[in-house]
């Protein structure tokens, strides 16, 4: 089921599209989860700019896939899974970060392992639905692209979160910054729209609001670093590696979102990064045993993001 | 508001359902032939101290006592992430004394606390407690250009001060000699005046 | 030949009376002029509004064009501003009398183009009521800070390396029998001129500042424009992030500014008939010094372009083939030729007509220089750095609306400031050309019949 309506993509000033809140957006996500049949209608659900409106979501849909449950066996994990999509429908905490509980001091970091990936894009749709992006602001972009032997991959970039960014040095007012864990934000209030970030950023990570943001449901708070929702025209934004989630013990937006597993979540303190199949792995070790790379590690950003190649592929050409 | 609770209400229906059916398998794993499965650590020798390398030993015997070969066992650390409680950072095969034995380095910065698991049968251990927290592996490389960098934003605030005063002293000095129209120069002067009786 | 006139007073007369009929009779071409250029301004002010409100897509920019028009025109605006630098200051300091009757107009029109580029800044960023925290916020280690304050330092400069002659030429001005010393321009002058006496004392102190600031203005100029190239050069992009960028603006600039105000001072030679005191020579000698500096540019662009083709890494390649083979070739090519080469020839080959020669050289030079800092922002700024797919910059109107007002506003607010400040340095013109005729190529009619004319 798609969560929104036809709209043509690309036209200057087009009109916002109506936007379901996130906890009936976790419901339809979880009954197309339960879709067995990956040719249905509806089950792709790429962002795309095709025209053809669907129908909304019907409660005859939801008994029916109830009953195919019953049919089949689920197994242990994949219900885990269910239990916390259905715990998580509700609306996700926004923006008061002084409520949220403190806890160890964490250093973030994420594995992307490629060979998992399949560019589905689902990851890129929970982002920018989660976030009221508009189609164009891709924070977490998929990449098609080809290897040295003519075969194609897929990578996601999201921001690299860098040790060393060169986006917050060549802020003209500091509104990039980063914080103590290791993520950078940017402070939408203070940002004056040079986009001297964008072209500093060698990820091409960064997405600038040229025009009105789309409008948001009512949010309980104000948008800030940590949620910058709705967005203000003329600043920039990007990939917040989801703060206002993980504050709260949750997993990024597109952590959950991919159905591979492909995307893992990580402290490199606590050692330990998890993706959204309920896998949770050693960090170091996986990187060592995988022989993770990052990507233009040559420029000495060193990034906090780490990929699994696996098809003897450069990344990024 | 209807609509919300309408939402809800799907949630809890599905929820209950998928849970029900997701817990049989959970429920299944329960019950778990008996056995005993006992840890141990001990810091290597000459390994850098208690952040350095340990040695972990597992013993798995079955109902009967004897120990058990062959049994894959895995080490599980304590952590604390995202609703993650316990994570693999170790295994290894038991022999024919039933004893897994392998190396560990503590690299997550939470205390050390660690069980070990069988994995065919799942009976677990008590938790060892290695007493240390980890040293994460990552390190910061340091500012290479040190002093220069440093230096630096001095420097330029330095120049532009020094240029500023040089334009600010070039016009003051051709002011100062071409005098003001003694007609802007009065009203000043009657105004420092004023001021002065005022004070008095 | 003989001379028009044997005596330094009538010479001074004629100076003076150049230098004001702008003052007082501008001539019938002023208000129709004035207000052209003043439409095509206001047409750029209400873009501009136009463009805050819809938001900046509105001007052509997407995440994959997130630089274009609007900063090559904050770089060329502030580019042509150097020929005041380079005419005042440089031939100041290396004594050339020749500069004497072009001093004011490079200084007003460095000033004035300055003024104009920076405004620029305002147009292209998305938060326009925000740029005060720049001063309050100001991180040091961004180039764009280093931008505020040179840029701001050197407009300072140039407000006092413009006033201070002025002095003596307001001075002049409020006891020079007739309307300069009446009414309004009265009080204006004996303002500017403070108490200017023309002693020997405070002659010598306006000279000493004037040579400090003119030796200072110079690595300003050299400052500001480098650093204006640093926030190119300080990112890692394929075509930008080159250690030539300093020179390479700095030197473009210059070549632009005085291209400039070869086409500034003829035209306003023709329109306020300076032709006694600017002659061909004069142009022709700005003329040279312009064809040095196409040769030391199109020497940087062929450095810059050698490197990448021959070892640059595969994005440094794709930029120098999308420049001299790909979308961009034909843009390139025309800057080269018309641009640089053309220029070149049309001075440095002698014949006859120099003048024209040398200023149709200097339009082709100040167009061609801004379709080379076009060339220098969009290749690089569309080039993908992750994946093969380049972006693109659409041309909408706001852009082509808001550089057409803002190459409008450079006459406008030259025709403006000199309604109230002479056109030619009056007082440095006495004190340089002294004894010295006027120029020996003057036919004796033109200067006679010139000199007798009123005013």
Known sequence: MRLTEAVACGTPGWRARPVRAPWEQRIVQLEEALTLDPTAPGADTMAGCDNVPRPPVSRRRVLQTAAAIGVTAVVGPLAERFVQLADAAEPHPVADMSAAPAGPTRRWAMVIDLRRCDGCGQCTDACQANHYLRPEQTWLKVYELTDASGNTYFMPRPCMQCENPPCVRVCPVGASFQTDEGVVLVDQTKCIGCRMCMAACPYEARYFNWADPQPVPRLPTAPSPEFPAPQQKGTVGKCIFCVHQTRYGKLPFCVEGCPMGAIYIGDLNEDVAANGVGESVRLSTFLKDNDAIRFKEELGTRPRVYYIAGHGQDLGY | MARRTRVIGRAAATTLLVAGLGLFPASALADSPPGSLTVQAEPAPASGGQAGTWTLEARLTDAGNHPLNGQTVEFLLGVDFLGIHQVVVASAVTDASGTATTAYRPTSSSEQSLVARAVDSGITSLPVDLGVRGVPTVVAPTNQLGLVSALAGPGAIGLALVVWALLAGALLSVLRVIAWPRRLVWPAHRAGQAVGELLE | ?455
Do not use: C
């Open chain 3, 1 to 455: 030949m003989d001379t028009p006139t044997g005596s330094a007073e009538a010479r001074a007369r004629a100076i003076r009376s150049a230098a004001v009929r702008p003052i007082l009779a501008p001539g019938r071409f002023y208000w129709p002029a004035v207000l052209g250029l003043g439409a095509l301004v206001l047409l750029a002010v209400a873009a501009y509004g136009y463009q805050v409100v819809s938001g900046l897509w509105v001007a052509g920019y997407s995440d994959r064009a997130f630089w274009g028009v609007y900063e090559a025109d904050l770089v060329a605006f502030i580019g042509v501003s150097y020929g005041g630098a380079l005419v005042s200051a440089i031939l100041r300091v290396t004594n050339a009398r020749w500069r004497a009757p072009l001093t004011r107009i490079a200084e007003t029109t460095a000033l004035v183009s300055l003024l104009v580029g920076a405004s620029f800044a305002i147009v292209h960023v998305g938060r326009p009521e925000r740029l005060w925290e720049i001063v309050a916020f100001g991180n040091l280690s961004s180039p764009i800070v280093w931008d505020f304050y040179a840029v701001l330092t050197y407009l300072v400069a140039t407000v006092i390396f413009l006033y201070l002659p002025l002095i003596a030429d307001a001075a002049i001005l409020r006891t020079e029998p007739g309307p300069t010393s009446s009414g309004l321009r009265r009080h204006l002058y004996r303002l500017l001129a403070l108490g200017w006496t023309g002693s020997t004392a405070q002659r010598r102190r306006l000279e000493s500042a004037i040579g400090l600031i003119a030796i200072l203005i110079i690595p300003l100029a050299i400052s500001v424009h480098s650093v204006l190239s640093y926030a190119f050069s300080m990112t890692t992009r394929a075509g930008w992030h080159s250690t030539i960028f300093g020179p390479y603006f700095v030197v473009g600039a210059i070549y632009s500014g005085v291209a400039l105000v070869i086409v500034v001072v003829a035209a306003l030679r023709r329109a306020y008939r300076l032709e006694l005191f600017i002659t061909p020579r004069h142009l022709v000698l700005l003329g040279r010094l312009m064809v040095a500096l196409a040769l030391g540019y199109l020497y940087f662009t062929f450095s810059e372009t050698l490197t990448g083709a021959y070892s640059g890494t595969t994005e440094d390649l794709s930029i120098v083939t999308t420049l001299l083979a790909g979308p961009y070739a034909p843009l390139f090519w025309l800057f080269v030729v018309a641009g640089v080469i053309v220029p070149i020839a049309l001075v440095a080959v002698p014949g006859r007509r120099a003048l024209e020669r040398v200023v149709a050289a200097a339009v082709l030079a100040v167009v061609g220089m801004w379709l080379k800092r076009l060339l220098i922002v969009l290749p690089s700024a569309t080039s993908p750095l992750v994946g093969q797919d380049w972006g693109s910059f659409q041309f909408t109107w706001v852009p082509i609306v808001i550089t057409l007002g803002a190459t409008a506003a450079i006459p406008l607010g030259l025709l403006v400031l000199f309604r109230f400040i002479p056109i030619l340095a009056i007082d440095e013109m006495e004190h340089l050309m002294g004894s010295e005729a006027p120029a020996a190529e003057t036919p004796k009619k033109e200067a006679e019949a010139w000199l007798a004319e009123p005013g």
